[in-house]
Every structure is written in structure tokens, then in C-alpha cells.
């Protein structure tokens, strides 16, 4: 049986001057994603499902990851 592997979620990253990019990242990426972004020096290289990102660090101003699933209406059990 194969692994369940969470979907990779869709993530923005702000940067000093007002760009925002959206990637979408799995837990694991996101998490280190998070840690460099802490120490905010030097480059960060992220292979997304939408392509390869390089990161200056020093640049970003913010990470903000999607809340969930969006849905419309109710939803059954």
C-alpha cells in the first residue's frame, strides 16, 4: 500500500518592495522554508511543484500558508 503523502500546500512569500510569490510547498519544505527565514541571511533554494525558487533571504518579509481547504456551501460527513 502506498504512503499517504500530504498534499503540498499553497504558500505566499512577501518581499521588501511589495512582491508576493505563490508556491505551492509540503509540510517538510515549508517548515525549513520557516527556519531559514528566521536567520534571514544568504539564499534559499526551494524545489516547489511548480519549479525550482531561489530565495534572498534578507528580502523576504513574510510566509503565509493557506488555512485549509476552501469550500463553498455545507459539507457532509
Not at 3 to 19: L, M, S, T, W
Not at 31 to 57: Q, T
Request: proline share 1%; aromatic share 6%; no cysteine.
Amino acid at each position: 500500500m502506498a504512503e499517504n503523502q500530504a498534499k503540498p500546500e499553497r504558500v505566499e512569500i512577501g518581499f521588501d518592495g511589495g512582491q508576493v510569490v505563490a508556491i505551492r510547498l509540503d509540510a517538510k519544505q515549508l517548515a525549513g522554508l520557516r527556519k531559514a527565514v528566521e536567520v534571514g541571511e544568504g539564499w534559499h533554494d526551494l524545489s516547489a511543484e511548480d519549479g525550482d525558487v531561489a530565495l534572498n533571504l534578507s528580502q523576504v518579509v513574510f510566509v503565509r500558508g493557506a488555512a485549509g481547504e476552501h469550500r463553498i456551501g455545507f459539507s457532509g460527513s
